[in-house]
């Protein structure tokens, strides 16, 4: 069983920059895929990003391409999502996710954590 733990959040001004830290534990699947998503107050969960447990492949959602970027450290089990040119639209609990497929929708992650807070201000 894999378990998520993420980390990073807090309170930044409208341009800056945060990177959110998801630590993996447990037993993971050649084929894993760690996903991100967040949830704004009042609407649904979106999908922000996804990479392989490899590292090799990362996939985005088109209407967040350029200023989100994920990255993985093999030696640290730890995925990451860089934030930059935040803005005050970008307010929301930021989740990472574990599937052992590629996929967008959050039915399709099996394994969440438990979401870091990333408030930004104008």
């Known amino acids: 069983q894999v378990q998520l733990v993420e980390s990073g959040g807090g309170l930044v001004q409208a341009g800056g920059s945060l990177r959110l830290s998801c630590a993996a534990s447990?037993?993971?699947?050649?084929?894993?895929?760690m996903g991100w998503f967040r949830q704004a107050p009042g609407k649904e969960r979106e999908f922000v990003g996804a990479?392989?447990?490899?590292?090799?492949?990362?996939y985005y959602e088109d209407s967040l391409k350029g200023r989100f970027a994920i990255s993985r450290d093999s030696a640290k089990n730890t995925v990451y999502l860089q934030i930059d040119s935040l803005e005050p639209e970008d307010t929301a609990v930021y989740y990472c996710?574990?599937?052992?497929?590629?996929?967008?929708?959050?039915?399709?992650?099996?394994?969440w954590g438990q979401g870091t807070q990333v408030t930004v201000s104008s």
């Open positions: 996710a574990g599937s052992n497929r590629w996929g967008r929708q959050v039915y399709e992650y099996q394994t």
């Open positions: 447990g037993r993971t699947s050649n084929n894993f895929v």
């Open positions: 990479i392989s447990w490899s590292g090799t492949r990362t």
